[in-house]
């Protein structure tokens, strides 16, 4: 079993910041990319950013520049730093990852989503 609990969200005003943390536990044996989704009432779930086992990074066209991601490799965590948020930044996001678990099986797992919300 694998766990990803997700923390950080809320409520800020706009060209304010927020941190959400993300963190994979359980029954693994290394993990590949972890990534933050995010989706908008009536919106399709769309990617925000991703990191990769080697240390890549990368950024939807709407958040670079604003938002950067980062990996704990020994805590199995994924950061998402979020500046000068806008209300069109609203949405649930979701934590992502691909992960090989103990038993060698490659399996896709998300977050249960956290609320951020920027008002204007």
């Known amino acids: 079993q694998v766990q990803l609990v997700e923390s950080g969200g809320g409520l800020v005003q706009a060209g304010g910041s927020l941190r959400l943390s993300c963190a994979a536990s359980g029954s693994i044996f290394s993990i590949n990319e972890m990534a933050w989704y995010r989706q908008a009432p009536g919106k399709q779930r769309e990617l925000v950013a991703v990191?990769?086992?080697?240390?890549?990074?990368n950024y939807a066209d709407s958040v670079q520049g604003r938002f950067t991601i980062s990996r704990d490799y020994a805590k199995n965590t994924v950061y998402l730093q979020m500046n000068s948020l806008k209300p069109e930044d609203t949405a649930v996001y979701y934590c992502?990852?691909?992960?090989?678990?103990?038993?060698?099986?490659?399996?896709?797992?998300w977050g249960q989503g956290t609320q951020v919300t920027v008002s204007s």
């Open positions: 992502y990852t691909r992960i090989v678990t103990s038993r060698f099986a490659l399996g896709d797992y």
């Open positions: 990191a990769t086992s080697g240390g890549s990074t």
